[in-house]
C-alpha cells in the first residue's frame, strides 16, 4: 500500500498561515506564492522558502547569541567502507544554456584522500565548465593549494602568474579593493 503524506496548503495568493493554522513545527505552504511556511515554538510564523524573484530561495538562520559558528551546514556521508579517494560531498551551480539544456556550470566537491583512522586527510575542489567540459581548476589540500596545469593566477591589473615561484621564501602580496 502506498502512502501519501499531504502538508497543509493553501493556493490563495499573499495568504499567509496564522497560529491557529498551523502547530509549532507543522510546514504548509501557499501554491500560489510558491512559499514554505512552519510556526516556531514562540509562536511566530516563519518563511523557510520563498521562490519570490530577487529573494533567497533557501536561508538557514541562527538565532544562538553565543560565539560558536551558526548557522552549521553538515554534509554527512555516513558510509559502510570509506575508501580512499570517496567523494564525499558536492555543491553544484547549474543553469540553462540557449538550448534549454540544464547544465552544472561550476561545482565545489570534497574527496577523502586517506580514509585511515587518526591520519585521515581530505580535500576540495573547484570545478568550472569551460568550452563544454568541467575541468578542476582548484584543489586544496592539506599541503596547499593547488592549481591544475595550464591554469594562472589573474590579478586585477591583468597580469598573471602561471608558475610557482622557484625559491620557498617568495612571499606575494595581493592588495584587495
Request: aromatic residues 4%; glycine residues 8%.
Amino acid at each position: 500500500m502506498t502512502n501519501i503524506i499531504k502538508i497543509k496548503r493553501s493556493e490563495t495568493a499573499d495568504s499567509i498561515p496564522t497560529t491557529s493554522d498551523i502547530d509549532v513545527g507543522e510546514i504548509c505552504m501557499n501554491i500560489a506564492d510558491q512559499k514554505l511556511y512552519t510556526r516556531k515554538s514562540d509562536n511566530t510564523i516563519v518563511t523557510v522558502s520563498d521562490v519570490v524573484s530577487g529573494k533567497t530561495a533557501l536561508e538557514l538562520v541562527s538565532d544562538d547569541t553565543s560565539s560558536t559558528a551558526g548557522p552549521v551546514l553538515d554534509l554527512y556521508r555516513n558510509s559502510f567502507s570509506p575508501f580512499d579517494s570517496d567523494a564525499i560531498g558536492e555543491i553544484k551551480f547549474q543553469g540553462e544554456n540557449d538550448a534549454s539544456d540544464k547544465v552544472v556550470f561550476a561545482k565545489i566537491t570534497s574527496n577523502i584522500i586517506d580514509a585511515s583512522d587518526t591520519t585521515e586527510d581530505g580535500s576540495i575542489e573547484f570545478h568550472v565548465i569551460e568550452a563544454g567540459s568541467s575541468n578542476t581548476i582548484i584543489k586544496i589540500k592539506g599541503d596547499g593549494i593547488h592549481i591544475t596545469s595550464g591554469n594562472s593566477i589573474t590579478f586585477g591589473d591583468g597580469t598573471t602568474m602561471s608558475t610557482a615561484p622557484v625559491s620557498n621564501s617568495v612571499t606575494m602580496a595581493i592588495a584587495l579593493g
